[in-house]
């Protein structure tokens, strides 16, 4: 076992199981039912299915997953634009999870199945690559929260290859936090916020938004131990009436962040409002590009048509789609009648099935029933 | 079934997808003949009643890229792969082995010969030999290099089944997972990972041999494609058991373990090559696994599940920190994207 032990450090049973006694001594001081709380990020929810945590959670505490998935909640609209880029003979590089999220009739899988060229890149320093080997227009379709438009940012003021432009659909996830904390019924009484975000904007980013609204947030990293542990700040937090951002990730996120990083963030990027898939109108929630740097922005140099993608009514089967409930945090997908049946990942209808970040694709990964306190028998 | 349906990957990737198209298309309609364990049954072979026995007759087509792989190719693969499915029913002697090569018009002899040394080799391990076969050659681009097919014929007294197992039983792997499976993923891609990640393609007969003298076991299978998932599903919800699954008591090498953090890939889906899943009665594990342990292919078996009464057909996996449901693969696994 002694070479395993390092890795082994945030698996411990032994702490995992006194982790969830605490646990489950504070929601008994609490004493309500249910307390909800939420975290906003797929490798969260990854770990808690991957590790099979609901599980082991107390039958009162709900942990939700909140809009953490940037694939799924890139907008419609956003893919279409993708979409009308490939078919009007450029060539769009992008990220493979993106291939498949539907469009208003298109994805962009469809588009290269009529003749769309559509390049799958692990980074936006592989798509320079490709832009340095051709002399084509390629544009790459830039998506993710701020982690990834930092790298996004950090290659453009390194200077693009001229025949490289960005179609930016970056999200910023403070923001949201707030809409979805004030939306009709959302009983969420704290945030766990994600680790590797963080260690971008620092845990302070968050200090605000716990102020205003009363909310605790707790960073977390994302070991099982990490996420106990941070599920046990926020609790302790809920039935002492706090509302601290409280930082449980400090092997890597610290108060301030990574000031460069930010300084290249928001040197090249500007907050503008905007819808997200399903959820709402998130003011400040799109990173779109500044003014300065219209010369690599795709909306700029291409005319994008895509009143022309929208002649068709979507299918019928994406009507009965609650993909936005679920990235709101009302539903889960045990409560979609599509869910493992209809829609799975070969084939799925909705965003929420087709990114690995997807809670439905990952459910799905880990048995299709994470919650097995519904299934004890 | 769906307008236009096609067959995609996912058809030949050991998972639900791939029973559902044998079902629909090779099972439905076919004639079942009482007391022959048929395709209807979709075990590893087939077994005729014969005397006091059976005659277990079972057939696999092998492709693999690269065709070359740390640990062993596509010879020493077609000879294990069809040796091992005799060896799951209890087959532990095969009386022969038959081979059809279709090759590639323009395909080196040299590795041909290197192939067919391979084949020569992995069957000396296993006490068997080629006795008959044929070759086709396919015009270039009609064919991918060379295919391999094998048919295995054996006699045995002690059929073994997959679906035998009962509440109580335990579950036994003979050695760590996932080796084959990541072997051949990091050759194909070319995947820039350390460590010396081998397949352990290797022919189980002598081993089973040896475990059926013990006793106790009650049902048998080789978790090549679809890995541990998909086989410990087939046997739980054919033998009508649920089962229980000890994740931290699952052997992994050090590389495998890493490689499928780094690629984000559950080593359970991950096929292997040269390991049994075994249902053992409880009062039989020990010698079992003694048998097991005294042969250099079963030196790392360990007990990792057992079956359960309540929920057949589901596979629950105690992680360490928590339990889940396992899932069954239905698709390749690809490297996670992001």
Same mark, same amino acid.
């Given at each position: ?82 979409? &009308? ?56 379709? &830039? ?7 930092? =790298? ?13 432009? %960005? ?26 916020? +994600? ?33 106990? +542990?941070?599920?046990? &700040?926020?609790?302790?937090? @809920? ?39 399903? %959820? ?98 | 079934?769906? *307008?236009?349906? *096609? ?38 072979? &087939? ?53 059809? =090569? ?85 050759? *194909? ?29 009650? +049902? ?50 991950? =096929? ?29 078996? +360990? ?33 996670? @994207?992001?």
């Amino acid at each position: 076992m002694d070479k395993q032990l390092a890795q082994l450090k945030f698996r411990d049973p032994a702490r995992a199981r006194a982790l969830g006694e605490a646990l489950n001594r504070v929601t008994q001081e609490i004493g309500r039912d249910p307390i909800s709380v939420m975290h906003v990020c797929g490798s969260h929810e990854q770990a808690i299915a991957r590790y099979g945590l609901r599980a082991t959670f107390p039958r009162t505490l709900n942990v939700i997953m909140g809009p953490g998935c940037p694939v799924c909640i890139t907008d419609v609209p956003e893919v279409d634009e993708g979409v &009308a880029l490939a078919l009007a003979g450029v060539r769009v590089a992008t990220y493979g999870d993106m291939l498949k999220v539907p469009g208003t009739k298109r994805s962009l899988a469809d588009a290269r199945a009529d003749g769309g060229r559509i390049d799958i890149v692990y980074s936006i320093a592989q798509a320079v690559d490709l832009a340095r080997d051709t002399d084509e227009e390629i544009v790459f379709f &830039a998506t993710g929260f701020e982690t990834t438009a930092v =790298a996004t940012a950090a290659e453009i003021l390194r200077g693009l290859p001229k025949n490289l432009s %960005i179609l930016s659909a970056h999200k910023y996830i403070p923001p949201v936090m707030e809409i979805v904390s004030e939306m009709p019924g959302s009983r969420v009484e704290g945030f766990l916020a +994600a680790g590797h975000a963080a260690t971008i904007t620092g845990s302070a980013v968050f200090e605000p938004f716990a102020a205003r609204h009363k909310l605790p947030v707790v960073v977390a990293g994302f070991e099982p131990l990490d996420i106990l +542990a941070g599920l046990l &700040a926020l609790l302790e937090q @809920i039935r002492d009436r706090k509302h601290d951002v409280q930082n449980l990730f400090p092997r890597c996120v610290n108060r301030e962040g990574n000031l460069v990083a930010q300084d290249k963030l928001w040197r090249v990027f500007e907050p503008q409002g905007g819808r997200w898939r399903g %959820i709402a109108h998130i003011p400040n929630g799109n990173l779109r590009l500044r003014e300065e740097f219209a010369n690599v922005d795709a909306r700029k140099r291409f005319k994008i048509d895509i009143k022309s993608l929208w002649e068709d009514a979507p299918s019928q089967l994406t009507q009965h789609c609650i993909c936005g409930d679920i990235m709101s945090g009302i539903a889960a997908p045990k409560d979609c009648p599509l869910f493992g049946k209809a829609c799975i990942p070969d084939s799925p209808v909705g965003a929420c099935m087709v990114s690995s970040e997807g809670t439905c694709r990952i459910w799905h990964q880990y048995g299709g029933v994470p919650d097995l306190r519904e299934e004890q028998r | 079934m769906k *307008r236009n349906e *096609r067959v995609s990957m996912k058809h030949g990737a050991g998972g639900r997808a791939m029973r559902d198209l044998i079902e629909r298309v090779f099972i439905a309609g076919a004639k079942a003949i009482p007391g022959v364990v048929g395709l209807a049954e979709m075990d590893d072979g &087939a077994a005729i009643p014969m005397g006091d026995g059976f005659l277990v007759v079972t057939t696999d087509s092998h492709v693999v890229v690269p065709r070359f792989f740390p640990g062993g190719d596509i010879g020493r693969l077609a000879i294990c792969g069809t040796v091992n499915d005799l060896a799951m029913m209890g087959a532990t002697e095969p009386l022969a082995l038959t081979c059809a =090569a279709i090759i590639e018009e323009g395909f080196p002899f040299e590795e041909l010969e290197r192939i067919q040394r391979s084949m020569r080799q992995a069957c000396d391990e296993a006490g068997c030999s080629v006795l008959t076969g044929d070759t086709k050659v396919m015009g270039k681009g009609e064919i991918d290099g060379v295919v391999l097919n094998t048919t295995g014929v054996a006699f045995t007294r002690t059929l073994v089944r997959d679906n035998g197992m009962k509440a109580g039983d335990r579950i036994i792997v003979t050695g760590p997972i996932a080796d084959h499976g990541f072997a051949v993923l990091v050759a *194909r891609n070319d995947l820039k990972l350390e460590g010396d990640l081998r397949s352990d393609v290797a022919p189980l007969n002598e081993l089973v041999r040896m475990i059926l003298k013990r006793g106790g076991v009650t +049902a048998m299978k080789d978790p090549t494609r679809g890995g541990v998932s998909s086989a410990i599903h087939e046997m739980a919800s054919k033998s009508g058991v649920g089962v229980v699954l000890d994740e931290q008591a699952i052997p992994l090498r050090d590389e495998v373990r890493a490689a499928a953090e780094v690629l984000g890939i559950d080593p359970l889906h991950v =096929a292997n090559e040269g390991k049994a899943l075994l249902g053992v009665r409880a009062d039989a594990v020990d010698a079992v696994l003694d048998a097991l342990r005294s042969h250099p292919l079963g030196r790392e078996a +360990a007990v990792i599940g057992t079956c359960t009464q309540s929920h057949p057909g589901r596979i629950r996996l105690h992680t360490g920190v928590g339990e889940r449901l396992l899932a069954e693969p239905d698709g390749e696994p690809l490297p996670r @994207i992001c």
